[in-house]
């Protein structure tokens, strides 16, 4: 098993550029998460599935957008790329977001600057 | 604006020794617990959960957890070089598994 992956491992913009972030998993979780890392700063919920066909915003969700493509696939895309974006960009999964003991396991991330 | 509270570190013991990683957190009814180890330049690692008041052991680590003082702490017992990492505390909150994670605390294990 794979766990969660994700592309690009790396990336480079330019303001105002638009990309998609792919992460995908073999778990068979129904629930997945976007977070972004800055430096000094705790991992930031984006955008989180609790299930497949259900998206919902989570603490920072402004520039960006999601697409739950099946219960495998989670994507992240920013339509305008802006400075302010650039960070570490986490997915994760987990098996169920409503049980008290779901614990997410997360991917390798994806390292993204906006010049 | 519901919070984790970490010490940011580093800090410094060495090897052999316990390390003692702290955690404080606002939301009074928080149910679940986590600690992620997060080496430099890779993804956070759960090494424990925990749910109930007291203490839970694995292997070399032990998490604590206070909810009267909302306090969670994890012990690491004979700490090695290999233990060298952030460690991020995580609490969830709200009714979905949404983590709210402090900035983590720097451990530096020298031999």
């Known amino acids: 098993n794979a766990g969660v992956t994700q592309t690009p491992k790396f990336q480079v913009l330019k303001t105002g550029q638009s990309m998609t972030l792919q992460c995908a998993q073999d778990?068979?979780?129904?629930?997945m998460y976007w977070y972004r890392q800055d430096p000094g700063m705790g991992l930031r919920l984006i955008y989180y599935s609790a299930s497949e066909g259900t998206t919902d915003k989570g603490e920072v969700p402004n520039g960006y957008n999601v697409s739950r493509l099946n219960k495998r696939e989670f994507s992240l895309r920013l339509e305008s790329a802006a400075p302010s974006q650039t960070s570490v960009y986490f997915c994760?999964?987990?098996?169920?977001?409503?049980?008290?003991?779901?614990?997410?396991?997360f991917g390798p991330g994806t390292r993204l600057t906006v010049l | 604006q519901k919070e984790v509270e970490q010490n940011s570190g580093p800090l410094s013991v060495p090897e052999g020794a316990i390390a003692s990683l702290n955690c404080t957190y606002s939301?009074?009814?928080?149910?679940?617990f986590f600690w992620y180890r997060q080496y430099s330049g890779k993804s956070p690692e759960l090494i424990m959960s925990i749910y109930s008041n007291g203490d839970k052991e694995d292997g070399r680590f032990t998490a604590q957890l206070n909810k009267a003082s909302q306090y969670v702490s994890l012990l690491i017992r004979d700490s090695q070089p290999s233990d060298s990492a952030t460690y991020l505390c995580a609490v969830r909150s709200g009714g979905y598994n949404k983590l709210i994670f402090g900035a983590g605390t720097r451990l530096a294990v020298h031999p």
């Open positions: 778990m068979n979780h129904n629930s």
């Open positions: 939301d009074r009814v928080s149910q679940s």
């Open positions: 994760a999964s987990s098996e169920l977001a409503a049980a008290s003991t779901d614990t997410q396991y």
